[in-house]
C-alpha cells in the first residue's frame, strides 16, 4: 500500500466523537441509525466503521465511499469489494461469527450493519502499533497471552469451528489474521470478523506477493502469482495464528510454546513450507488437534 500524504486531513466530528478523513464527506444518512460512540478510522482497506447505539442496542456500522487517513486507494474499490462481501458474510453465517443485520446503498458508497459484539480486537494497531501490540499491558494482544492456556485453547476451537464451517460451504478463508479475531474478556467470548475477502474454494493468487494477509500468517503461495489458494492455504494461516496465540508468533520454536509436545507437533506440521506436508483440510488438522489435545 502506497504512503498516504496526511498533512492535508480533515477533522469531521459525529455526536461529540471526532475522526480523520482525507476529504469531507457526508454522514448525514448515520444520523437515522443512532448516535456514534465510536470510530474505527485507522483502516486501508478503504472502509470506515462505526459504533451505533439506539434504544440501548449497539451496532457496528462498516462503509465504504469515504478516504479514510490510511487508504491511498479508490473509493469505488473499496465500494466493489464491501458490496461483493455481503453475500459471503450471508453464505458463511455462524454462531463465531459475527452477525450481519443489514445493509443498504447511500447517495456516496454502501453501508452494512452488524450486531455489535463487546470484544476487543487482538491486533489493533490504530491504538498499539509495532511492539506496543506486545508489550503495553493495555494491549488486547498482550492481555490475550496472559489469560489461561485453557481459555486461549477456547478461542482457538472457536477458529477451527468456523472455518471447518467454511470448508464444508466450499469457501477458503482469505486475510484471515489476528486482525480478524475479536475477544470479549469479561465473558470469555472469541468472535471471527472482516471476513470480506473469503472466497469459494478453490482460488487463486491473483495479486502476486501483495496478496492480502498478513506476514504473520501468510503461506508462501500466498506470494505467488498464480498459486492455487485453497483448504491446504487456510491449514498454515491457522496453523500460524495458533504459534501467535499460544506460541512465539514467527519463532516457532518449542522453548516458546505454552501448550503440550503434541499439540506443537501438529501445529507445527500445518506451517510446513511444503503443501504437500501439511494437513489435507482444516477437518482434517482440526480432527488431528482435537486428538492432540486429549493426550
Not at 493495555?138 to 469451528?161: C, H, W
Amino acid at each position: 500500500m502506497e504512503n498516504v500524504d496526511k498533512t492535508n486531513a480533515i477533522t469531521l466530528t459525529l455526536n461529540k466523537v471526532e475522526f480523520q478523513l482525507q476529504e469531507k464527506h457526508n454522514f448525514d444518512w448515520l444520523k437515522q441509525l443512532g448516535s456514534v460512540f465510536c470510530v474505527f478510522d485507522q483502516q486501508d482497506s478503504g472502509n470506515i466503521s462505526f459504533g451505533i447505539e439506539k434504544n440501548d442496542q449497539k451496532y457496528f456500522v462498516k462503509y465504504a465511499g469515504a478516504k479514510p487517513i490510511d487508504f491511498s486507494g479508490n473509493p469505488k474499490d473499496a465500494i466493489d469489494r464491501l458490496e461483493q462481501a455481503v453475500p459471503v458474510y450471508q453464505a458463511l453465517k455462524n454462531p463465531h461469527l459475527i452477525n450481519l443485520l443489514d445493509y443498504f446503498a447511500t447517495d456516496h458508497g454502501v453501508a452494512v450493519i452488524f450486531k455489535w459484539f463487546d470484544g476487543e480486537c487482538l491486533h489493533a494497531h490504530w491504538s498499539y502499533s509495532g511492539l506496543e501490540k506486545y508489550t503495553n499491558p493495555r494491549s488486547p494482544f498482550y492481555r490475550f497471552k496472559q489469560l489461561d492456556v485453557e481459555k486461549r485453547l477456547n478461542t482457538i476451537d472457536a477458529i477451527f469451528s468456523f472455518h471447518a464451517y467454511v470448508e464444508l460451504q466450499e469457501y477458503v478463508a482469505v486475510d484471515f489474521y489476528d486482525g480478524s479475531i475479536l475477544y470479549d474478556f469479561n465473558n470469555d467470548e472469541t468472535k471471527i470478523c472482516d471476513i470480506d475477502f473469503y472466497r469459494k474454494s478453490p482460488s487463486i493468487n491473483d495479486l502476486g506477493e501483495n496478496f492480502w494477509g498478513s506476514n504473520r500468517s501468510k503461506s508462501p503461495e500466498e506470494y505467488e502469482l498464480g498459486s492455487l489458494i485453497d483448504s491446504v492455504t487456510n491449514v498454515f494461516n491457522i496453523g500460524a495464528i495458533v504459534f501467535g496465540l499460544l506460541g512465539g508468533e514467527l519463532d516457532r520454536s518449542f522453548s516458546k510454546w505454552e501448550a503440550n509436545e503434541n499439540l506443537y507437533e501438529v501445529a507445527k506440521r500445518a506451517v510446513d513450507e511444503e503443501r504437500n506436508k501439511r494437513y489435507s483440510t482444516v477437518k482434517e488438522f482440526y480432527e488431528a488437534w482435537k486428538f492432540a489435545l486429549n493426550q
